[in-house]
């Protein structure tokens, strides 16, 4: 039996489309990790890393803490336009990765995640003077952020897994 290869548009459509569908369920998986285990203490997040990032690129206050009001509490809907953004950019790449190097879902996307917090909360966020250097942010943080994003990677690599079972019609339940 021939067996057809696959265009790398093809490739790129299935990664877009699984990791839009992964990186938004792993989005709130990682907003309700955050939920038990806040990376920040109230007063630090009084203005939280992707706020501080959109000021540094000078987008105003009032634009980064835009909010609406929700059963009597405030949700800052531009950060969570780039916290979800993030989330779908960082998925719809694992998912392009996978395709053309499996080892990438080693340990089932948890390296991965593991390497996003490393390259952002401990390299590139202290650079920019966004966050403290990884000496000065309180355990807690590192903690709630390492393990936010294990979790994270791990939920949208389920997703992955779960699409290109179905699609070789593997039965999943």
């Not at 265009?7 to 569908?21: A, C, D, N, V, Y």
């Not at 390259?119 to 000496?135: C, D, E, K, Y």
């Not at 590192?142 to 939920?155: D, K, N, R």
Request: with cysteine; charged share 15%.
């Amino acid at each position: 039996m021939a067996q057809t290869s696959e265009t790398f548009g093809q490739k790129l459509w299935r990664s877009i489309w699984i990791g839009l569908i992964g990186g938004v369920i792993s989005g709130f998986v990682k907003i309700g990790w955050e939920g038990l285990m806040p990376p920040r203490t109230p007063l630090r997040d009084l203005t939280n890393p992707p706020q501080h990032l959109m000021q540094q690129m000078g987008i105003p206050y009032k634009v980064t803490h835009a909010y609406f009001v929700y059963s009597g509490n405030h949700v800052q809907f531009v950060s969570l336009i780039l916290h979800f953004g993030f989330s779908i950019v960082f998925a719809i790449l694992y998912c392009l990765i996978a395709e053309y190097w499996l080892k990438v879902t080693f340990l089932q996307g948890t390296v991965y995640g593991f390497v996003i917090w490393i390259l952002f909360h401990i390299i590139l966020l202290p650079a920019l003077g966004t966050v403290p250097g990884p000496w000065d942010q309180p355990f807690e943080e590192h903690l709630s952020e390492f393990l936010g994003h294990l979790l994270w990677a791990w939920t949208f690599e389920i997703c992955r897994h779960d699409f290109k079972a179905r699609e070789k019609h593997l039965v999943v339940d």
